[in-house]
């Protein structure tokens, strides 16, 4: 099955995420605050957990036997408000909403606000410590829910990250996938420059993860990697997955200064128009 | 179980507690970073290793682990120092487990001083300040092993974050079984007339002794023990100094913040009346026996009463 | 060298024996964790680290901070033995009003950095490290980790910066005696392989036996003739070593029963008097 990925799945998830893409960028410009360019390097993944791989259940948002995601990046919740309207979850009128007072979606991600929220997140780096909670009941309870979390690339400098790391190996999470979100730009600079995290893979595998390197914007591999990851037993999954920050915005794409900046009005429209042509 | 008067770290009773809860309720568990023998969670451990987990020396990873384990529907007790708790993963208590309210108790050894040879290092004395000001967080600290129980298992029946203190070293039994605890309801151990004395934790017993010196020097203290400093009980306050006019506060702990703090602005605002905090004053401890550091830092039995005289003294002056 | 290696043969079992008479004496403390690291200290006090005695905050000397803080015993009676406090103060360990605190505190003479909260001694070494940098001077920076610490991920935090601002004026070494509090490492939380952990984040790294000075100090070597990375030495110990009923029982990382510490104290002295006029002098 690995093998042999239809075609129509593809064009399906390509165009769920040029629909996550532009509503990113809506709610941005309409809060005229967030953070755009590592929603957009997650718009593929993202994409894929909900519209393919994770098993969830909108009749029963809390469904105890749902899969988890934890977006540990949770500056980047613009994607998952996007897709969690486009699942259903809340009307996507709601999406204008980002930021302001009173409204259920805050600057970073809350669970006892927004419908569809497994954890609230923001402060980075705790994300994995809770998906390894959650898997670490799943195991106790013998569900066999999956635990999702997205790290940003930045947040491997908190050593949380790394403890979690070796808590995931000693109770062989099998049932625990990490995504990092490699667009390898934090908010100060490159991570080069501020902390370099090469090589990344000797580095997760000395902590003896499972890890799959893939290109976190192909569809293909995506979809390949979380199929892999199911089939690893004993020991958790690591994904990196190489990004572009800012992607599918040419003026956005590699631009530290876009971590959190919302586009004005022109910007928008510029921006829209590349991301509708492509 | 526990007797009068012996001296039981309250660490025990806890790990004694957790133990026949555990037997109860599948669905306790329990995290601990390294020093389970010492927090005394490993006896839990023992008899339920599938709902017992070490992570290791590693306090934010725990704490962020046990919100995960807790927003699955769990009752998670975090094991491990104050120290470690509430200033090494201070963050994580407050925005994972505080902010979401998810059933994590946290329950900590090592509370104050207790760990008086272990130095500062080991010694929590700003800890119940840090955890009073995150909102929505419950701060308790028993004063004897029965009040341990007692409290232990009223955490499991709250709902939302708990933070509980222990001690390390033995502190006297003063309770009988037959008494009810309630989180956030006072104990009135003493009734008095010219001063209410109120103390947490391992200071119970020294207010206690205190008392009873006092009674021969003609003053009646009421004592109690304020065993729940968040949520404050007002009202046994209210009662009590509205008869008495004065309060001596007793704590093993910075007197900002903590205790003294939260009674003082209680009655600041409703009630003012003369006031005197007994507790560390701008100072980190050090190693040595406890009761000679009770003694160098002032907060030893002859300083509850020295302190209780100024508060008398003070009340004349006002009148 | 033959002759070096015996002389700080000696001191090392001196300095076994001031911890476990200082142990017994104060009542309390982790006597399992100072046994293992006894060598290392004194290969770094006695031969490695440029300090003066006399002048304890010369600017200019050898830095050393004790990760493990609950292991300062051997420390204390290193730097009694070199001079830096009388030897007579071992016996204040853990007493009030003493300087000889549970765990290290940097007002105490000679210790150049509190610790005991395990897991940040490498931070703060990278700091002396870094400033020694920016001052241009030439002084070292000596870090001694635990095993158990290395769950910390504020160690991997300070791991992974040490080799960016490319660090070789300062040396870890962690004292991989296998166990923690808790119980082995392997139980508590794995370090897999610790090699492969150090050189995924960049460092040079040494692995060694701890307990043979004929492998410390050329390692220590090793790691002053490399450049633009900061060295690791891996050092494979015994938990309580020289100390049969305590070597590798994890029981003993703190004092378990202070009888047999004690009887077990005179023993030594009586042995180490008898073995060698070396020792006869400097037991107390």
Same mark, same amino acid.
């Given at each position: ?29 309409? %809060? ?12 593929? *993944? ?38 969690? %309207? ?5 009307? *996507? ?41 959650? %898997? ?42 990490? *995504? ?19 090589? *990344? ?78 | ?14 790990? +004694? ?60 007790? #975090? ?13 994580? #208590? ?23 040879? +272990? ?7 700003? @800890? ?80 206690? @002794? ?37 309060? #001596? ?52 039995? +002859? @300083? ?7 508060? #008398? ?7 | ?284």
């Amino acid at each position: 099955m690995v093998d042999t990925i239809n075609k129509n799945l593809v064009s399906f998830l390509e165009e769920k995420a040029t629909e996550l893409r532009i509503n990113i960028l809506k709610m941005i410009h309409a %809060a005229q605050s967030g953070h755009p360019g590592g929603a957009l390097s997650a718009a593929e *993944i993202i994409t894929t957990l909900y519209c393919h791989e994770m098993r969830i259940n909108l009749d029963n948002q809390r469904d105890p036997d749902r899969d988890r995601f934890i977006l540990s990046k949770g500056h980047a919740c613009p994607v998952l408000y996007s897709v969690l %309207a486009m699942k259903g979850f809340f009307p *996507i009128e709601e999406l204008a909403t980002l930021r302001k007072i009173n409204s259920r979606l805050q600057g970073h991600p809350d669970m006892k606000k927004t419908p569809g929220v497994d954890f609230t997140t923001g402060s980075l780096g705790n994300g994995l410590s809770i998906g390894i909670g959650m %898997a670490l009941m799943g195991k106790l309870d013998k569900k066999d829910f999956r635990v999702y979390v997205m790290l940003g690339c930045g947040e491997l400098d908190e050593g949380i990250v790394w403890e979690a790391f070796m808590a995931g190996t000693k109770f062989k999470l099998d049932n625990l996938v990490v *995504i990092i979100d490699y667009n390898k730009l934090q908010l100060d600079g490159d991570n080069d420059e501020v902390m370099p995290l090469e090589p *990344i893979v000797d580095k997760l595998e000395a902590f003896n993860w499972n890890v799959i390197r893939t290109n976190g914007h192909d569809f293909n591999q995506i979809i390949k990697a979380f199929a892999k990851a199911r089939e690893t037993h004993n020991k958790p999954t690591v994904i990196v997955a190489d990004t572009i920050k800012g992607k599918g915005v040419s003026f956005m794409e590699n631009k530290v200064d876009w971590h959190g900046l919302a586009p004005d009005d022109e910007q928008l429209k510029i921006a829209l128009e590349e991301i509708r042509g492509s | 179980m526990y007797k009068l008067g012996d001296s039981i770290p309250t660490r025990n009773a806890y790990g +004694d507690t957790l133990v026949e809860l555990g037997r109860k309720n599948d669905q306790i568990v329990v995290f601990e970073a390294d020093i389970g023998k010492s927090t005394r969670s490993a006896i839990f451990g023992k008899e339920f290793p599938e709902r017992y987990f070490n992570i290791g020396v590693a306090e934010q990873n725990e704490m962020a682990i046990a919100a995960g384990a807790a927003s699955c529907g769990k009752i998670v007790f #975090v094991s491990t120092y104050a120290v470690f708790a509430s200033m090494r993963a201070c963050e994580q #208590v407050r925005t994972f487990v505080a902010y979401p309210h998810v059933n994590v108790k946290i329950c900590v050894s090592h509370g104050g001083i207790t760990p008086a040879n +272990d130095g500062v290092t080991h010694q929590a004395t700003e @800890d119940l300040g840090i955890m009073r000001t995150i909102p929505g967080m419950t701060v308790i600290m028993p004063a004897d092993a029965v009040s341990t129980r007692e409290l232990v298992i009223a955490a499991t029946q709250w709902d939302g974050p708990i933070y509980l203190r222990l001690t390390r070293d033995g502190v006297p039994v003063i309770y009988n079984e037959e008494t009810s605890f309630k989180i956030g309801k006072g104990i009135l151990l003493r009734e008095g007339k010219d001063i209410t004395i109120i103390a947490i934790g391992d200071m119970v017993s020294k207010a206690l @002794d205190a008392r009873d010196i006092l009674s021969k020097q003609g003053i009646l203290a009421e004592v109690i023990d304020m065993h729940t400093i968040k949520p404050l009980d007002e009202s046994i306050i209210l009662d009590s100094v509205r008869k008495t006019g004065g309060v #001596v506060t007793v704590e093993d702990h910075q007197v900002e913040c903590g205790l003294g703090s939260a009674v003082s602005e209680f009655l600041g605002e409703n009630y003012p009346i003369p006031i005197q905090r007994i507790g560390l004053r701008n100072t980190f401890a050090e190693s040595g026996e406890y009761e000679l550091l009770l003694k160098k830092y002032k907060m030893s039995v +002859d @300083d509850i009463i020295s302190g209780c005289f100024k508060v #008398v003294g003070r009340k004349k002056k006002k009148r | 060298m033959i002759d070096k290696t015996k002389e700080l043969e000696r001191w090392a079992q001196l300095l076994r024996y001031d911890v476990v008479r200082m142990i017994s004496n104060a009542g309390s403390g982790h006597p399992g964790g100072c046994l293992s690291a006894a060598d290392i200290i004194t290969c770094l006090y006695f031969k490695e680290m440029n300090i003066r005695p006399e002048e304890p905050d010369w600017p200019d000397r050898d830095r050393f901070i004790l990760s493990k803080g609950h292991a300062c015993p051997v420390l204390y009676a290193a730097l009694a033995r070199r001079g830096v406090f009388p030897v007579k103060k071992l016996k204040t360990l853990r007493k009030a009003g003493s300087f000889l605190q549970g765990h290290p505190e940097i007002h105490t003479s000679g210790i150049d950095m509190t610790s005991g909260c395990l897991g940040q001694g490498l931070s703060v070494g990278a700091g002396m490290a870094v400033a020694a940098k920016i001052d241009r001077k030439f002084y070292r920076t000596y870090v001694m980790l635990g095993c158990g610490e290395m769950n910390e991920g504020q160690v991997w935090e300070s791991v992974m910066c040490a080799s960016h601002f490319k660090l070789d004026n300062l040396l870890a070494i962690v004292d991989y005696n296998r166990l923690q509090f808790d119980g082995s490492v392997d139980e508590v939380l794995s370090p897999g392989s610790m090699v492969k952990r150090w050189k995924g984040f960049n460092w040079n790294v040494i692995e060694i036996d701890g307990h043979n000075i004929n492998e410390i100090l050329p390692a220590f070597e090793k790691a002053r003739n490399t450049k633009e990375v900061p060295t690791v030495i891996i050092a494979n110990t015994i938990k309580g070593k020289g100390v049969s009923f305590m070597e590798n029982d994890y029981l003993w990382h703190s004092l378990m029963d202070r009888d047999k510490l004690a009887e077990k104290c005179k023993q030594m002295k009586k042995d180490m008097e008898n073995a060698d006029s070396f020792y006869a002098k400097r037991l107390w």
